[in-house]
C-alpha cells in the first residue's frame, strides 16, 4: 500500500522559505506512469494546488504561485522522496499542506496526512 | 485559470435522505471532473473520478453525473459516516483547480 509521509517545520519566519520533504513508501518516485506534488488548505478553507514534478525532473506550477515555488526528486539511491521549497512567505501562506500521487491522468489518488504550517514571528 | 463554483456551500440533512451537490465550470472542462470527501482532520478521499466512474472501495450510493460544464455528485440515502466536505476537482487544464467545498452536516 503506497504511503506518503510529509515532513518539515512547524513554523516558519515571514519573508523565510518553507521547507518540506515527502517521503513515500510502497511505491517508487520512478515510476513512469504517475507525477507527484503538493497540495495546500488554509485553516478551515478549501484546497489550491501548488504544483507537480514527473521522475524525470519535469515540473508544473501554479502560476499564483510561479515564482516563489521549487518541487524537486532527490535522486539519492537510498532515497524516496520529493520537496517543496516556498520563498518569501507571509501569514496567507499558513496552511496544511499535502504531498500527493497523481496518476497519468492528473487526478490525485494517495494524499500524506497532511502538515501545518505556520507563518508566524 | 478554471474556476469551479459548488453548490450548495452547506447542506444540512438527515440520515436516508438523497443528498445532491452541482459543481459548474467557468469552461467546458469534457468529462475530466473528479469528486473528494474530506472528514475533519482527515486528507480529502477520492470518490468518484471522470465524472461519473466509480471507485474501488466507495459506497455504491456515492455516484457522479454531468459533462463539459455542469457535473453533479449524489448521495442516495445518506449515513452518518457521510457527514464531511466534498470537493470536486478539475484535471483538463492548468491549474488544476478546485471547487469551493459542500460542508455536509447530519
Known amino acids: 500500500q503506497l504511503q506518503l509521509q510529509e515532513s518539515g517545520p512547524g513554523l516558519v519566519k515571514p519573508s523565510e522559505t518553507l521547507s518540506l520533504t515527502c517521503s513515500v513508501s510502497?511505491?517508487?518516485?520512478?515510476?513512469?506512469?504517475?507525477?507527484w506534488g503538493w497540495i495546500r488548505q488554509p485553516p478551515g478553507k478549501g484546497l489550491e494546488w501548488i504544483g507537480s514534478?514527473?521522475?524525470?525532473?519535469?515540473?508544473?506550477?501554479n502560476p499564483s504561485l510561479k515564482n516563489r515555488v521549487t518541487i524537486s526528486v532527490d535522486t539519492s539511491k537510498s532515497k524516496n522522496q520529493f520537496s517543496l521549497k516556498l520563498t518569501s512567505v507571509t501569514a496567507a501562506d499558513t496552511a496544511v499542506y499535502y504531498c500527493?500521487?497523481?496518476?497519468?491522468?492528473?487526478?490525485?489518488?494517495?494524499w500524506g496526512q497532511g502538515t501545518l504550517v505556520a507563518v508566524s514571528s | 485559470e478554471i474556476v469551479l463554483t459548488q453548490s450548495p456551500d452547506f447542506q444540512s440533512v438527515t440520515p436516508k435522505e438523497k443528498v445532491t451537490i452541482t459543481c459548474r465550470a467557468s469552461?467546458?472542462?469534457?468529462?475530466?471532473l473528479h469528486w473528494y470527501q474530506q472528514k475533519p482532520d482527515q486528507s480529502p478521499k477520492l470518490l468518484i473520478k471522470?465524472?461519473?466512474q466509480s471507485i474501488s472501495g466507495v459506497p455504491s450510493r456515492f455516484s457522479g453525473s454531468g459533462s463539459g460544464t455542469d457535473f453533479t455528485l449524489t448521495i442516495n440515502s445518506l449515513e452518518a459516516e457521510d457527514a464531511a466536505t466534498y470537493y470536486c476537482?478539475?484535471?483538463?487544464?492548468?491549474?488544476?483547480?478546485f471547487g469551493q467545498g459542500t460542508k455536509v452536516e447530519i
Open positions: 469552461q467546458s472542462i469534457g468529462g475530466s
Open positions: 471522470f465524472a461519473s
Open positions: 500527493a500521487r497523481f496518476s497519468s491522468t492528473w487526478l490525485i489518488d494517495y
Open positions: 476537482h478539475q484535471t483538463s487544464t492548468l491549474p488544476w483547480t
Open positions: 514534478i514527473f521522475y524525470s525532473g519535469s515540473t508544473y506550477y
Open positions: 510502497g511505491g517508487s518516485i520512478g515510476s513512469t506512469d504517475h507525477y
